[in-house]
């Protein structure tokens, strides 16, 4: 029995016609699990969704990192929003769980990057059960690469990183909203990602203990959060290793600062406590 | 902030070029004499720039007048400066606090062209106002003693300063009376 290629990766969106039954989105009857999305008749299109893009203005304010050791994927983020100066959150979850045994990052719009995790989630899911057999990283990066690529220049804005662990090893992937996918062992996305590179590069070697390789990827994203204003909140560290994804601590950045670089006591105070006390 | 016969004034430690952190102890608020300090937010070169001018102004009233500026009319004397630069203003929001005549608390805000603001309780500036704003307005009592402004000045500061981007980093308060001052750093969250 031939299997059949699935190849609705390669079929583009936006050229469904689209009927709004009321609620916006709906599933279209030849592909079930491409949701085809509305898009606005208007004269000026490209103008529009410029305009659109201001008017969300997505702000890249974040500090995510990942890399490749002997052990696996170390996967690290901050976990702070901002809407320009404003902090709205301290405690967004940047790391999404795919699956099991794959993550993925969030940096740029949140909306954006929730909704289409969420979705290259279920075409995984879809994938393992009509071919039986795991979706490698390889390929999952490739889907959402895919789908971001044919809405190139709509405004959406996602950087994110595909982690995993399949059959061929640990897998890291770059994946962003302009439809570029990278692979390789060292990234970092976000605004505060140069500081992060700072650290992580000077500190990395491939041989290293899991707990080495978090504590370095801790250390990289709370030099960010230090440096960069848009970064901050928690540092979050995931491992995943061949038998899937494991959190490994969620630290606050104001405490870990203090851990650091505990406060001196100045030498005024020592010297009082020592002074021998004189009787009358 | 105005306590009973005496005063705080406090700031964060941040500088910053846009999203860069730069130094997280920088000085943004500055003793003219024992009893008058003013706080400078906005552009740092600024910042110093009128500090220096405003000691040089205030050092000169000193040896023509032979006493030390009271705080209402340096108020004045900052107005009248930043709005001599209209069109080409300091990019500078100051702060001003000081005990004037009967050690009565004075304390007044400006906008960065001189627009004088006088307040009986506080008045704040910078990246987080907004913040400050409702943080203050929850947090002040009238009548408070040293010891108990420190502690509301410090917990409004760190509250406000958390939940911007661009403040923060450690905070800065004096607590003026008229027999002395206290200078404090105040640890907060280094992100």
Redesign the interface.
């Known amino acids: 029995m031939a299997m059949k290629v699935d190849m609705s990766a390669l079929e583009t969106n936006f050229s469904i016609p689209c009927l709004d039954d009321g609620d916006g989105m709906h599933l279209s009857a030849d592909s079930p699990d491409v949701p085809s999305m509305v898009l606005p008749t208007c004269a000026d299109f490209d103008g529009f969704q410029a305009a659109t893009k201001d008017m969300v203005k997505n702000k890249r304010?974040t500090t995510t990192l990942a890399f490749i050791f002997d052990k696996g994927v170390i996967v690290a983020a901050?976990s702070?929003a901002?809407m320009g100066?404003?902090?709205s959150s301290?405690t967004v979850r940047k790391i999404i769980e795919i699956n099991p045994y794959m993550l993925g990052t969030m940096a740029g719009g949140a909306a954006d990057c929730q909704f289409w995790h969420r979705n290259l989630g279920n075409k995984c899911r879809l994938h393992e059960l009509s071919n039986k057999r795991r979706i490698s990283i390889a390929g999952a990066s490739k889907l959402l690469a895919n789908i971001l690529y044919s809405y190139r220049g709509m405004g959406l804005s996602i950087g994110t990183m595909i982690a995993g662990f399949d059959e061929k090893g640990p897998g890291l992937y770059y994946v962003d909203s302009e439809g570029a996918r990278l692979v390789g062992n060292r990234f970092s996305v976000g605004?505060g990602s140069l500081y992060a590179y700072g650290i992580l590069d000077e500190g990395y070697r491939f041989n290293m203990s899991v707990e080495e390789a978090a504590e370095l990827a801790r250390r990289a994203i709370y030099g960010a959060?230090?440096?960069?204003?848009?970064?901050?909140?928690c540092v979050s560290v995931y491992h995943v290793g061949p038998d899937g994804w494991k959190k490994l601590s969620g630290d606050d950045?104001?405490e870990l600062?203090?851990h650091y670089y505990p406060?001196q006591k100045t030498p005024v105070e020592q010297e009082m406590t020592d002074a021998p006390s004189t009787s009358a | 902030m105005v306590g009973k016969n005496c005063f705080a004034i406090a700031s964060d430690r941040r500088l910053g070029v846009q999203l860069q952190t730069i130094a997280t102890d920088f000085q943004r608020v500055f003793k003219i004499h024992d009893k008058l300090y003013i706080g400078l937010s906005g552009l740092a070169t600024d910042a110093q720039t009128l500090y220096q001018r405003l000691v040089f102004r205030h050092k000169l009233y000193q040896l023509r007048e032979e006493r030390d500026m009271k705080p209402e009319t340096f108020a004045s004397l900052v107005s009248a400066m930043l709005y001599e630069r209209r069109f080409g203003p300091y990019f500078c929001q100051p702060v001003i606090a000081g005990l004037g005549e009967n050690d009565e608390p004075f304390i007044c805000t400006m906008d960065c062209i001189g627009a004088k603001e006088l307040a009986k309780d506080f008045v704040v500036s910078g990246t987080s106002s907004e913040s400050l704003y409702g943080a203050c307005e929850s947090m002040y009592k009238p009548n408070m003693e040293p010891e108990e402004l420190f502690e509301t000045v410090s917990q409004a500061l760190m509250a406000s300063v958390d939940r911007d981007c661009l403040a923060g980093w450690g905070g800065h308060v004096f607590i003026v009376t008229p027999t002395e001052v206290q200078e404090r750093v105040v640890k907060g969250r280094m992100d």
């Open positions: 304010g901050d702070r901002s100066g404003y902090i301290q605004s959060t230090f440096r960069d204003a848009a970064s901050g909140g950045v104001g600062h203090y406060v």
